[in-house]
């Protein structure tokens, strides 16, 4: 079988918006594998690994990928909920990593973020309205009958009535928490909200509310997201821009539509071809990981870590490029946005022929 020439390597795999208000620059996270009697440092695990993006005011990154794959990762390192091990992250300017505590402390109020699972971020002995409540309390922004009107202001904000505050997280359903939660990442006016899989522990009837929600909030507050999920049907109706990861590092980004539409890279194509197409006289040909199981983080495969499962090494006849070195991200061509990182992305439409 011949194999296609590799493409050659672009050079600069750059950020997609002008004016960024956020810019993560080669953000790294290691965590260290202790073994033995004395907890040496015998291994890393490369969670991280060379992730840049930017994000516009107003706009969402959408970073999906499967469980594992660091995503969440990436946005508590540029929080600094976790410290990162190297990299940059500049927000609306000022550089966020090498930041005092005691100056970081103002710029937190401007970038939140809504867990997962709504049920477990709020404290169960706490009524609503004092979870709300609490940040404000916290960073002494509004007291006395100001915190009450506020709590119920936000709590308007994201579709409940008043009364809700005076009521407990048990007595909501996990749609109505995940509003709770959405409240209190509101409460300090943010300009930046990391939304970490707000939706997955909902049922699916109630998912595409709180899309919509957020939708609402980001065209009236003008807020930013980055959007974690493994769900990229959930994505796409919200995001400006998706990056996809696996095994720490970003394997495609580029505009949602380009994306969704043509998809470069065999991982994206993978990961496409599982969502549920709504319409039942159609069906979708799904394209399948040759094994299905993700490898260990922390035995990267050498070369493109998506080698041992990737269905178009396989089509090509196993290329040694793909087992030896990495491919780069890079732009599909010199002036495009759409960056891949694939030796053989050029070769992409042959999985079709190969149905
Ligand atoms: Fe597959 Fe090779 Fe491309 Fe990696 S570089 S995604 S193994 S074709």
Known sequence: ???????????????????????????????????GLFARVKQWVKAVDDVSFTIGKGETLGLVGESGCGKTTVGRALLRLIPATSGSVTFNGRSLLDLPRSQLRPLRRQMQIIFQDPYGSLNPRMTVGGAVAEPLRIHGLVRGATLKDRVAELLQQVGLPPDAAYRYPHEFSGGQRQRVGIARALALDPAFIVCDEPTSALDVSIRAQVINLLQDLQKNLGLSYLMISHDLGAVRHISKQVAVMYLGRIVEQAPTAALYDAPR?????????????????????????????????????????FHPRCPLYELLGKPEACRKDLPPLAPIDPESKHLVRCHYHADISRLDSAK
Do not use: W
């Open 265 to 305: 890279h065999p991982y994206t194509r993978v990961l496409l071809s599982a969502i549920p197409v709504p319409d039942p006289t159609k069906r979708r040909v799904r394209v399948s990981a040759v094994d299905d199981e993700i490898p260990s983080p922390i035995n990267v495969p050498q070369g493109c870590a």
């Open 1 to 35: 079988m011949t194999v296609a020439a590799k493409p050659p390597a672009a050079a600069n795999p750059t950020a997609i918006a002008a004016k960024p208000l956020l810019a993560v620059d080669k953000l790294c996270k290691y965590f260290p594998v202790r073994r």
